[in-house]
């Protein structure tokens, strides 16, 4: 059931980035009258956020900034 869960939680992680970035592209287009350019635009900016949240809840890659694990590759150790 917890692998339910987890999948679960980064579908609708993937789905919120791509509705945000569809979202603010269509309100754009409706302000600035450029569509359908900004729909497009941000709907394939939230698919990469969308996909960058993805990996970072499944741990795939590490967050910003974080250091890396003393003694690993680059250490000066000999």
């Keep these: 059931m917890a692998g339910f869960g987890n999948a679960l939680r980064l579908s609708s992680e993937f789905i919120a980035g791509v509705a945000v970035g ?11 009258g450029t569509s359908p350019w900004g729909l497009i635009i941000f709907l394939l900016l939230g698919f990469g956020a969308g996909v960058l949240n993805v990996l970072r809840s499944a741990g795939q890659i590490a967050e910003f900034g974080a250091k890396p694990p003393a003694g690993g590759k680059g250490s000066d150790r000999k």
């Excluded at 569809?22 to 600035?32: K, N, P, S, T, V």
């Design 22 to 32: 569809a979202g603010l592209g269509w309100f754009i287009d409706r302000m600035a």
